[in-house]
């Protein structure tokens, strides 16, 4: 079985570098890494190339336009293995994470996809965890699954194996028929926000999904690219929006009330962490999406 890392990158050299040299520890390493770079000057450092030159395996550099999605298709296009083991740039994968999704894959040929962990954000019950419950909002410590509001509940902070609809993109795996026969892709209208979310959620319908807490990766949550909070907040909320009338209001419109919860508990968390600049995000994004129509795509 053929193994290919696909990594979409932006304006984060030092972070590529890291990765680079733990796909080097793995014990069983990828057959190829692509990188993506999306950056307005080429990723064409002297120690870029030397980190790939030190590679046991063949590591391909690709131009592509900004967009993660964008970045992911590509690289998925560009590659020749069985398995995708798609990364974000700033995470580092324990030295045995390959391997131990690969025989998931291997053990399990029913599973069309599947991830690891990594750190949970916030404490199980910390009040921040707790608001996201009572307003059914997108937590870690749940099942892997969604809300009626629309909202997964992410497994990270869990220990145990279980089938999951929701995967994180910086740390799945997938199996090229995903792409190949099931003609599933990242949507590259999306924003970075919400788009593992919009695959996993397209992709379960088609076949199981699966999480594997023994498969870890440190996740540095570099802040080089990221958004301020104000775009954080309104590609959120637009995303969030997107997400919900587009993949559960037509199936089950009984849910939208739960919808209106999440949308108030967003406004409500907000304020209660004095996130001014997240407030007026959301103000702004829901504002721009009730004009762009109910469900446009």
């Not at 958004?227 to 919900?244: A, I, K, S, T």
């Not at 108030?264 to 304020?271: D, N, P, Q, S, T």
Request: proline share 7%.
């Amino acid at each position: 079985m053929k193994i290919s890392a696909i990594v979409p990158t932006r304006h984060r050299e030092a972070e590529v570098l890291r990765l680079l040299a733990g796909l080097r520890a793995q014990t069983r390493p990828p057959d190829e890494v692509l990188i993506v770079d999306g950056g307005d000057a080429p990723l064409e450092g002297e120690a870029v190339a030397a980190a790939m030159a030190a590679c046991p395996f063949p590591v391909r550099l690709l131009r592509e336009s900004p967009g993660v999605c964008r970045q992911r298709n590509r690289g998925a296009r560009e590659s020749a293995g069985d398995l995708l083991f798609f990364f974000d740039d700033d995470v580092v994968p324990e030295p045995d994470f390959i391997e131990i999704l690969a025989e998931v894959f291997v053990r399990n040929p029913e599973y069309r996809a599947g991830m690891g962990t990594l750190a949970p954000a916030m404490r199980r019950w910390s009040p921040g965890a707790l608001l996201c419950r009572l307003f059914l909002l997108q937590r870690e410590h749940g099942d892997g699954r969604y809300y009626p509001s629309g909202m997964p509940r992410h497994p990270y902070g869990t220990g145990e194996f279980r089938e999951v609809e929701v995967l994180g993109a910086g740390l799945m795996a997938v199996r090229r028929a995903v792409f190949a026969e099931d003609k599933v892709e990242f949507d590259e209208r999306l924003p970075l926000m919400w788009e593992d979310v919009d695959f996993s959620r397209r992709l379960s319908r088609r076949g199981r999904l699966f999480f594997e807490p023994r498969a870890r990766v440190e996740h540095s949550r570099s802040p080089a690219g990221r958004p301020d909070d104000f775009e954080r907040g309104r590609r959120y909320m637009l995303g969030y929006r997107r997400l919900y009338l587009q993949h559960f209001y037509p199936r089950a419109p009984w849910t939208l009330p739960a919808h209106w919860w999440a949308l108030l508990g967003m406004f409500v968390v907000a304020a209660a962490t004095g996130s001014r600049d997240a407030l007026r995000g959301y103000a702004d994004g829901f504002g721009e999406f009730s004009g762009m129509g109910l469900l446009k795509k």
